[in-house]
C-alpha cells in the first residue's frame, strides 16, 4: 500500500510539473502573427502568405497579388 500511494504522488508531480511547463510556454511565446504585425515590414508579411488559393476549385475566383 505504501508503494503505491509513492507512485501516485510521483505521477501527481510529475504531471503538474508538464502541466506548469506547457503553461509557462504558452505564456511566453510569441505567436509569429505578433511577430509580423511587429516588424511592419509589408515584404515580410507578402512573404508569409500563401502562394496558391485557400479555396476550393469550385469555380471560385481566388485573388492573386502580382500575378
Known sequence: M???TLMLRGLFIAC???????????VTTTPASVQLAANSSVGAI?????TSCALP??????PQIGG
Request: charged share 10%; net charge negative.
Open 2 to 4: 505504501k508503494f503505491e
Open 16 to 26: 503538474l510539473a508538464v502541466c506548469g511547463l506547457i503553461l509557462g510556454a504558452m
Open 46 to 50: 507578402l512573404l508569409a502568405a500563401p
Open 57 to 62: 476549385p469550385d469555380g471560385v475566383v481566388c
